[in-house]
């Protein structure tokens, strides 16, 4: 059985999943079931595929030190109105125009990140005139209009915004996706075995475990509901395929920060970037990493929202970076930086998504669905503030 200490630590390092589930009951509860229908889970998936994606570049820039990116929004919008431009109106090959999304996202991440990394230059600074330029660069390239991609099938399947842009189900289910559901399968098997393994390498290394029913209870509920998740995307159309771009960023960059040397250096750098340096780390090029692989993944998150919006105009991208920035910091993200971990901001974009859509179920204003996430966003702050002071609210001078 668990001490008090232990309990303690498992609902503080699981706070934001209790709370996903509380706001995920309360308007399921206020909805009538509706927010669970097989169409709205699938929808909460494509609506915020781009949030998934901004998050997890943008959790990389917050590890350095707390340290946000601006420019996301409007640097989406800009590699979404070039490659609208491109295939509609020069007649440019998707795969070609898809290459150059690419190329311009990361450069425009690399010019942002030399002035960060090796001039120095406050992110803050740089992101926010990185913000104004490229929304106005946006208007220049589209002349204020809006770009159809509607002919762009291919692209836009490719991406997730088109009516056929899920997986076929090549087990043929009718009604039911056989493929969705035998992939829900798989995947939490795999889990359970990983999980499983790795907690025998652990024992094997003489580190200290889990608690075996804590570990079993949290590795069952998380299997079910992978698998409760599947069955639900399957009743719809299956798989959208905007789910696999998604998946592919969540385990490259959970991999990346968990497993690697390099991933370590971000964490290492946002909790003492002197005793980093001194250490022979150079600080520089983990800073310009961070800003030239939030530019890479700002164009990926630009390509599935001209898919999914069919087009391109000037105001899109609008507020991506506060979904971006507010997701990590609700998903665990330390406002100081230094800690974070990918699966805690997947949570955190889940609940924010989990929000928006229930609100708009319930037709709250929109002006009153951004009230609730400011304040959803300040109290996750608040929490991570306070509780690395061990529970003091108010600081004495």
Partial sequence: MMNKDQVLGFLKKNTMVFVLVIVLAFFSFMTGGAILLPMNVSNLISQ?????????????????????DLSVGSVVCFVGAVGATLMMNLGVPVWLAIII????????????????????????????????????????????????????????????????????????GGSLNLTCLFAGILGA???????????????????????????????????????????????????????????????????ITSNTTIGRYFYAVGGNEKATKLSGIDTNKVYFLAYTNMGFLAALAGMITIARLTSAQPTYGQNYEMDAIGSCFIGGASAYGGIGTVPGVIVGAVLM?????????????????????????LAAVIFDVVSKRGGKFVVKN
């Fill in 48 to 68: 915020n595929a781009y949030v998934f994606v901004l998050a997890t570049g943008m959790l990389l820039c917050i590890l350095t030190g707390g340290n946000i």
């Fill in 353 to 377: 998504g989990v929000i928006n859509l229930g609100m708009s179920l319930m037709g709250v204003d929109a002006n009153m669905q951004k009230v609730v996430k400011g304040i959803v966003l």
């Fill in 189 to 255: 098997t795999i889990y359970v075995i990983l999980q499983v393994s790795g907690r025998i390498k652990k024992k094997n290394s003489g580190y200290e475990l889990e608690n075996i029913v804590t570990f079993t209870i949290k590795t069952a509920v998380l299997a079910a509901v992978l698998v409760a998740f599947a069955y639900r995307l399957a009743q719809h159309k299956g798989i959208p395929s905007v789910l696999i771009w998604v998946l592919i960023v969540v385990f490259v960059y959970g991999y």
């Fill in 101 to 172: 999304m690419i190329g311009i996202g990361t450069a425009i991440g690399a010019f942002q990140g030399f002035w960060i990394a090796f001039v120095r230059i406050p992110p803050f600074i740089v992101t926010l005139a990185g913000m104004l330029i490229y929304r106005g660069l946006s208007n220049v390239v589209l002349n204020g209009l809006t770009v159809s991609i509607k002919d762009q099938t291919s692209f836009v399947n490719l991406f997730g915004g088109g009516a056929n842009c899920y997986i076929p189900d090549f087990l043929g």
